[in-house]
């Protein structure tokens, strides 16, 4: 059973970085593509990015090149910066193993942007 | 990027009842489509992808169909579990966009 795990800080500062790791156990992070999305509380889905295991990146546009993911293939774990954050960065925060459409979800991390 | 409108954006029915919810594209995704069902403080659940190809475990009375542009998820016999948020995604192009929603409550 693949299962995945977000932790980070759950309160950044604004125009700090975000930093979350998602550990994966039951599957390898190598040979597939791992995204994050986020979901502001109230809203809908938004997907953030896509990492490859060998470290080849896709990011939503939408931030503006805030979004940093990488790969630690030995330790089955990946990782998302989001760079600049503002209150508009509030969301709970998942992991999602990523076929394209997304078929194990971690259980999500809320990240509040606060001073 | 390819936008996508659900419709309705809300939907009252009654358990038994036969619903369906449609998903349009803002250009052709070649049934690059997934569905998700999302209960409060839960995490979203994959329930059909490839618009029509129903996800391991996932119960029967689910269906997805359509082409092109429009895609359609019906429920058939509404059981209590089933209310709860519905979300279609679209992974032919980056970036990866989903429906806002449609909400499905008991009436």
């Known amino acids: 059973q693949v299962q995945l795990q977000e932790s980070g800080p759950g309160l950044v500062k604004p125009s700090e970085t975000l930093s979350l790791t998602c550990a994966v156990s039951?599957?390898?992070?190598?040979?597939?593509?791992w995204s994050w999305l986020r979901q502001p509380a109230g809203k809908g889905l938004e997907w953030l990015g896509r990492?490859?295991?060998?470290?080849?990146?896709n990011s939503n546009p939408s931030l503006k090149s805030r979004v940093v993911m990488s790969v630690d293939p030995s330790k089955n774990l990946f990782f998302l910066n989001v760079t600049s954050v503002t209150v508009a960065d509030t969301a709970v925060y998942f992991c999602?193993?990523?076929?394209?459409?997304?078929?194990?979800w971690g259980r999500g991390l809320l990240v509040t942007v606060s001073s | 990027d390819i936008q996508m409108t659900q419709s309705p954006s809300s939907l009252s029915a009654s358990v038994g009842d036969r619903v369906t919810i449609t998903c349009r594209a803002s250009?052709?995704?070649?049934?690059?489509l997934a569905w998700y069902q999302q209960k409060p403080g839960k995490v979203p659940q994959l329930l059909v992808y490839?618009?029509?190809r129903l996800e391991g475990g996932v119960p029967s009375r689910f269906s997805g169909s359509g082409s092109g542009t429009e895609y359609t998820l019906t429920i058939n016999s509404l059981q209590p579990e089933d209310f709860a948020h519905y979300y279609c995604?679209?992974?032919?192009?980056?970036?990866?966009?989903f429906g806002q929603g449609t909400k499905l409550d008991i009436k």
């Open positions: 999602a193993r990523s076929r394209g459409y997304f078929d194990y």
């Open positions: 039951g599957a390898s992070v190598s040979g597939y593509y």
């Open positions: 990492l490859f295991s060998s470290g080849t990146t």
């Open positions: 250009q052709g995704i070649s049934n690059s």
């Open positions: 490839a618009a029509s």
């Open positions: 995604q679209q992974y032919y192009q980056n970036p990866y966009t």
